[in-house]
Nanobody, 125 residues
């Protein structure tokens, strides 16, 4: 069993930056792909970014490509999401998730088994 805890969400002005962290406890997730998803009010949860178990592969949603960077430190059992050039439309609750499947960079939410509770990011215009 893996417990995931997100942190780092905050209120930021458009154009600003925020770094989210996803810390795992219970057992290591160094062998798992980890993804970030977000859900804005009144909208469905959407894929943001994912990283393979060793960090060698990453994949991003088109809406964040070039602005967001996902990374991981397996020694610290933590995955990060660096978000730059933030826009008001990035406002959402951000969730991290870990997959136990043998898929390098899964993008569908149903492919993930463990989820955190989410952290709020609000971008003001």
């Amino acid at each position: 069993q893996v417990q995931l805890v997100e942190s780092g969400g905050e209120l930021v002005q458009a154009g600003g930056s925020v770094r989210l962290s996803c810390a795992a406890s219970g057992r290591t997730f160094s062998s798992n792909a980890v993804g970030w998803f977000r859900q804005a009010p009144g909208k469905e949860r959407e894929f943001v970014a994912t990283i393979s178990w060793n960090g060698g592969l990453t994949y991003y949603a088109d809406s964040v490509k070039g602005r967001f960077t996902i990374s991981r430190d397996n020694a610290k059992n933590t995955v990060y999401l660096q978000m730059n050039s933030l826009k008001p439309e990035d406002t959402a609750i951000y969730y991290c998730a870990a997959s136990t499947l043998n898929i390098a960079t899964p993008t569908a939410a149903l492919l993930y088994d463990y989820w955190g509770q989410g952290t709020q990011v609000t971008v003001s215009s």
